[in-house]
């Protein structure tokens, strides 16, 4: 087991620089599609720049604090999405049943699964969330502290761990239903929009449904309130943000028992 | 005329083949809806009437959108994707050999793709929305033949273009980069990240004028009755793209049929 994870980075970086190598092979088309990923990905915070236009404050939240939300959860779901995104392709293989190539080669299948055309282009999602998230902190009107500084990196580390973890369940359970790579879509790409909004304006129950079902909330909204000095909603403590890691951990644990389960569940095509 | 409408019918077919991703695909739509809605409640309770629209419009809004987006093909769509790998792959040669004509073949393929998911993935989020909120639905036979006169003409201008970011790969080898700037403009345009009602300003009229803002926001405006310029001018509208888009798509054809050399044997 310790042998194995020391190293599955190797393993992950060789196949990451093969496909890497495969995309540049068309320039024109990589540089395009970077550019493409950054200029849709940035759309989401100029629909937030556009509303201000009209309003003053979100949910109470100016567009400087607004912009610190969607940083966060653009750097988070950028990076999940860079390094495991992939995965979801994993139904296609199910399908085919190519995926039992993955399970004769000497590379754990989540590895090979993980890197399956892995897309450079991608990273245009954190890099553009960076350069908002500089702009946001240059606006914001916040007492800095030691421990305001570290829970916001953390977040962001512990927050594309919680989004990659999503990732993972909802590739293992299109071993249970073929085809559904759109579901787990809901809640990676639908958990970024929803993250990147005060959670408050969305009603106690999603609040509720984000803190305990789909722990949404700990990505970037409880360390964000912890960041500004606000209180949590619900009544919950202001520091349930430092929780964070926590969940994070949870997550993990699930998304590798599930992926764990699919697999011993999968069935090649028999052909 | 009857070999494109056969190929329409067995493209519908094919696409009602897909039940599982048909169903997530309409979940997460719904999932959005919701999310989209508590936003747009909140702008709209801090601004009322914002871009003329009342709260139920905008609501309506979100689940037209959500539904909408797949059968339009904002995102762009299966049918073009694929056409765009024939070019670059130069299976393009067995198309072009074929005794038909390549712009009708594939508006056929991409028209009977989009009344199946019309018909499903445009109602399912619909049907989901209008249960929990206070919707807003056009009344009289005549709104009702608009709007699906208006779905029509809003799927063939997004053909139009798609097919035109299909066949760049006649120049530029990869098609792949032009459909990443085409999902850029077609959904900052069309309305898909805000309504373009709320655009303010120059970008505001700028955005209702180019082609995309045919693709989604005309057609739900015809939906809620709330075009500026009535009904019928959004039609014309449409159609004007649509002559546009189509002419040059098959310029685009003669020409890339003249210079086209298929790789290999």
Known sequence: ?271 | MGVYWAIGVRSFRRFSTYRIATASGAFTNTVFGFILCGIYLTLWHERPGLGGYDVADALTFVWLQQGLLMPIGIFGATTTIELGERVRSGEIAVDLYRPTHLLLWWASVDLGRAMFQLIVRGSAPLLVGALVFDLTFPSGVLTWLAVATGLVLAVLVSFGFRYLVALSGFWITDSRGMEHVALVLSSFFSGMILPLVVFPGWIGEFARATPWAATLQVPIDIWLGRNPGGTGSALLFQLGWILVLLLVAQLATTVATRKVVIQGG
């Open chain 1, 1 to 271: 087991m310790v042998e194995r994870l020391r190293r599955a980075p190797a393993q992950y970086w060789m196949l990451v620089t093969m496909w890497i190598r495969s995309a540049l092979a068309y320039p024109a088309s990589f540089v395009l599609m970077l550019i493409g990923t950054m200029l849709m990905t940035v759309m989401d915070f100029v629909a937030i720049v556009l509303m201000f236009s009209h309003i003053d404050a979100f949910g109470g939240f100016s567009l400087a604090e607004m912009a610190l939300l969607y940083a966060t959860a653009s750097t988070t779901l950028g990076l999940a999405d860079l390094v495991t995104g992939s995965i979801e392709r994993v139904g296609q293989r199910i399908r085919s049943g190519a995926l039992d190539v993955y399970l004769i080669r000497p590379v754990p299948a989540f590895i090979q699964t993980a890197a399956d055309q892995f897309a450079l282009r991608r990273i245009g999602r954190p890099l553009q969330a960076g350069v908002v998230l500089v702009l946001a902190l240059g606006h914001l009107d916040v007492d800095w502290t030691v421990a305001k500084g570290i829970v916001l990196v953390l977040s962001l580390i512990v927050g594309s761990i919680i989004f990659a973890s999503i990732f993972v369940l909802g590739a293992a359970f299109q071993f249970l239903a073929i085809d559904s790579a759109e579901v787990a879509s809901a809640f990676t790409y639908g958990g970024q929009t929803l993250t990147q909004y005060p959670l408050s304006i969305f009603g106690k129950d999603i609040v509720r449904a984000v803190t305990f079902v789909v722990p949404l909330a700990f990505v970037n909204y409880y360390p964000v309130l912890f960041v500004l000095g606000r209180p949590a909603p619900l009544g919950l403590p202001s520091w349930i943000g430092l929780l964070s890691p926590g969940v994070a951990v949870v997550m993990v644990t699930l998304a590798s028992l599930a992926w764990r389960g699919g697999l011993r569940r999968y069935r090649s095509t028999g052909s």
